[in-house]
Structure formats: structure tokens, C-alpha cells
């Protein structure tokens, strides 16, 4: 089966511009994951989506992030407007509803300058 | 909160030499415990899992784990490394309330 796809794979962007980030998460995969990650660290939980429904956003920075998934199968996770912190590894993953297995994509490096 | 520490930030090891990579967390609700691994230039990839029953797991590649309930730990061990192991291993809880919690993930550089 195909994998987790996300775009694109790197971004470079000077601060204050808007970015999006897109995913396609593995078919009949219903949970679908933002995660981010800092160098020298482990991804962190940005949100989850069960289909459509966001069930844990508690650690978006709404100010300035955004995400949809409104068919409930793609994604796109957008940052407007980006500062020189939001510099990191931007991981989808997906997973069946109930399973405890997600599975990643290769993730955007995005580079903010 | 909720969190997960991993011992080594980088361990060098040569080839045949036996791995441990330490990892704990601190919550003490019920969990689910992961390793998972990052080959360079590729995405997160799942070695093994913990649900419940035997303490001891088994995943890919010849790595076990072992989940130490006492100690909150879940330590990761391989008996004699090789250089294609040479990755990012990340341990990961998953508590009661469905959020996954990542440690900070050690880097094995294995020489030949």
C-alpha cells in the first residue's frame, strides 16, 4: 500500500510569509496526525484529526497555525505568518481508528529565514 | 506532565557490540510504549510495541524491549549491531487520554 505523502519536501521562506504543508494520508487511515520536529528533538503533537473532526488541538499555536482536513482525508497544516522559530520538521502521520500503530511520511523541512 | 527521556543523546558503538538504549517516561496511567527509527533520509518507521502481557517485546531486525512498570522504563536492546543500524531511535508513550508523547530520540552511529 501506498505510504503517508506529504509537500513538499523542503520550503525555504522568508519570515513573515504565509506556508502550507499538504498530506495524504494512507487510504481508510480515519486519524491523522501534524507533528513537528526541532532538531536534536522528538516529533511533537501539533493536532489530530479523527476523520474530519479536530480532537486535539491543544498544542497548535492558533495564532498563527491553521489546519483542515475537510473531506476527511487529505490535510493541509498552514503557518501565516511564519517566524524564524517555526524552522523544523513538519511530520503528517496516519493510523486506523483504534489502532495504536501511525505510520509517518518523510515530512517538510522547512526552513524560515 | 506528562514526559519521556531517553539516557543518550549520541552512542557510538562498532559492529557486534550489544546495544542498550535507555528510555523513561513519567505517567502513571495506563500506557502503550513504542520504539520507533529513523534511517537517515528516511521517515519514522515503527521497531516494535508494548500493549500488554509479556513485558518482553520483540520487534524487527533482531531488537527487543523490555517494559519495566516499576521503573517506568522501556529500555531497547540488540545483541550485536550492525552498521545498517546506524539511525535515530526514538522511544514513545501513549497515555489513557490517545496523545503520544515522543522522547528526544538517540542517535546510534555504528562503525564498521
Known amino acids: 500500500e501506498a505510504g503517508v505523502v506529504q509537500s513538499p519536501r523542503y520550503k525555504i521562506i522568508e519570515k513573515k510569509q504565509p506556508v502550507a504543508f499538504w498530506c495524504n494520508p494512507i487510504?481508510?487511515?480515519?486519524?491523522l496526525y501534524w507533528y513537528r520536529q526541532n532538531l536534536g528533538q522528538g516529533p511533537e503533537l501539533l493536532i489530530r484529526?479523527?476523520?474530519?473532526?479536530?480532537?486535539?488541538d491543544s498544542q497548535l499555536p492558533k495564532d498563527r497555525f491553521s489546519a483542515e482536513r475537510l473531506k476527511g482525508v487529505d490535510s493541509t497544516l498552514k503557518i501565516q505568518p511564519a517566524e524564524l522559530g517555526d524552522s523544523a520538521v513538519y511530520l503528517c502521520?496516519?493510523?486506523?481508528?483504534?489502532?495504536?500503530?501511525?505510520?509517518f511520511g518523510q515530512g517538510t523541512r522547512l526552513t524560515v529565514v | 506532565a506528562q514526559s519521556v527521556s531517553q539516557h543518550n543523546h549520541h552512542v557510538i558503538l562498532s559492529e557486534a557490540a550489544s546495544l542498550e538504549l535507555g528510555c523513561n517516561y513519567s505517567?502513571?496511567?495506563?500506557?502503550?510504549l513504542f520504539w520507533y527509527v529513523q534511517y537517515p533520509g528516511q521517515h519514522l518507521q515503527l521497531l516494535l510495541k508494548?500493549?500488554?502481557?509479556?513485558?518482553l517485546v520483540k520487534g524487527i531486525k533482531g531488537f527487543e524491549a523490555e517494559f519495566i512498570k516499576s521503573k517506568f522504563s522501556f529500555n531497547l536492546r540488540k545483541p550485536s549491531v550492525q552498521w545498517s543500524d546506524t539511525a535515530e531511535y526514538f522511544c514513545?508513550?501513549?497515555?489513557?487520554?490517545?496523545?503520544?508523547?515522543f522522547g528526544p530520540g538517540t542517535s546510534l552511529s555504528v562503525i564498521p
Open positions: 502521520a496516519s493510523s486506523r481508528t483504534g489502532s495504536t500503530e501511525a505510520f
Open positions: 487510504s481508510g487511515h480515519n486519524t
Open positions: 484529526y479523527e476523520n474530519e473532526e479536530a480532537v486535539d
Open positions: 505517567y502513571g496511567g495506563t500506557v502503550n
Open positions: 508494548y500493549f500488554s502481557g509479556d513485558p
Open positions: 514513545a508513550v501513549k497515555t489513557s487520554y490517545d496523545k503520544v508523547i
